[in-house]
């Protein structure tokens, strides 16, 4: 698509895992494994899977905050790997991340007023007065005010840290922003708060996000398509709407068989895979979900099955789905 901005091609992360007394390699946690897709400008592309699968490792290889084993990661035509230097913090200004825990994310002995500023001064030749003006305007587009820029991190609620960590990654106006699990450790009335608030700024800032969450809830809310990871690997990926009306993956139909219906008339059973999630140590040879897969059989075992489209916009990767 000519209006895509991030375009990620065949990436890999391998972790490798030493044994011994010389500590040599033995072998390597495949966490991200070919994994490939594209997200459009002012688009929300919602990544989707168990935990443990892959998505948090996935996004902090985009950003190089872990360098990728291999692959490619276009943003604006320009492959983000090959950045170095400048080049590199030129990048990390137009694409940021919100990570998942705000109590981690926020220096403790910081007032606010710094956390949000700092990467106005790492990254700007503006002079303190017009960096508090941005620190003030960027911490009353996430609803807070001026007094709350001479706080500390622990004066504030787990939702109000949220908005600073918010607050911090829009204050470079980036193109980009990766949300790691943004509203997992708020309690559900907070988190509709910062749902809503990211909805308003994206249309406000003409963001494009990425999505990391295992609550479909909050992917159907805020995205417009969606990828399902299982071990490392997208499994499918359609329209949101489509998706959820007519999964094709056996995994993606049992997770969207769990979701809880707001409905005591309406049955629905929910699909109970046996067994356990493989370890990505040494994930089943062929298709990885063919362990656990109700539909299963022989050939699974032996090639992994590649994304193919199924209808406009919906690829699935397994050798049972037309």
């Known amino acids: 698509m000519?209006?895509?901005?991030?375009s990620v091609n065949n990436l890999v992360k391998y972790f490798p895992v030493k044994g011994g007394l010389l500590l040599r390699t033995t072998g390597y946690i495949k966490a991200v494994d070919d994994v490939s897709f594209g997200i459009s400008s002012n688009e929300t592309f919602g990544v989707v899977g168990e935990s443990g699968c892959g998505?948090?490792?996935l996004a902090r290889s985009i950003l190089r905050l872990i360098e990728p084993s291999g692959g490619e990661v276009l943003f604006d035509g320009e492959n983000v790997l090959d950045l170095e230097g400048d080049e590199l913090k030129g990048f990390r200004r137009e694409a940021q991340i919100v990570f998942q825990n705000p109590?981690?994310?926020?220096?403790?002995r910081k007032m606010i007023k710094d956390i949000v500023g700092d990467p106005l001064k790492v990254n700007s030749s503006?002079?303190?007065?017009?960096?508090?003006?941005?620190?003030l305007q960027s911490l009353l587009d996430v609803g807070l005010t001026e007094e709350h820029m001479y706080r500390y991190p622990h004066e504030f609620s787990g939702g109000q840290r949220q908005r600073v960590v918010v607050a911090r990654a829009l204050i470079m106006r980036p193109k980009l922003v990766l949300l790691d699990e943004p509203t997992a450790a708020l309690d559900v009335s907070v988190q509709a708060k910062i749902l809503n608030l990211l909805k308003r700024l994206q249309k406000e800032y003409s963001l494009t996000y990425m999505l990391?969450?295992?609550?479909?809830?909050i992917i159907d809310y805020l995205c417009d398509r969606i990828g399902v990871m299982y071990l490392g690997k997208l499994i499918e990926v359609a329209p949101k709407e489509e998706l959820l009306k007519s999964p094709q993956h056996p995994y993606t139909k049992a997770l969207?068989?769990?979701?809880?219906?707001?409905?005591v008339k309406r049955k629905s059973e929910p699909i109970i895979l046996e067994g356990e999630v493989p370890s990505p140590l040494n994930p089943p040879s062929g298709c990885r979900f063919r362990t656990r897969c109700p539909e299963a059989s022989e050939s699974c075992a032996v090639e992994t099955p590649p994304m193919m489209e199924i209808s406009p916009g919906h690829y699935v990767a397994?050798?049972?789905?037309k």
Request: aromatic letters at 4%; charged letters at 20%; a negative charge.
């Open 103 to 108: 109590f981690s994310a926020l220096h403790p």
């Open 256 to 263: 969207i068989s769990a979701i809880p219906v707001p409905d």
């Open 212 to 217: 990391i969450s295992h609550d479909f809830s």
């Open 318 to 321: 397994c050798g049972h789905c």
């Open 55 to 57: 998505k948090t490792t």
């Open 126 to 135: 503006l002079s303190d007065e017009e960096i508090m003006g941005e620190v």
């Open 2 to 6: 000519s209006d895509t901005l991030l």
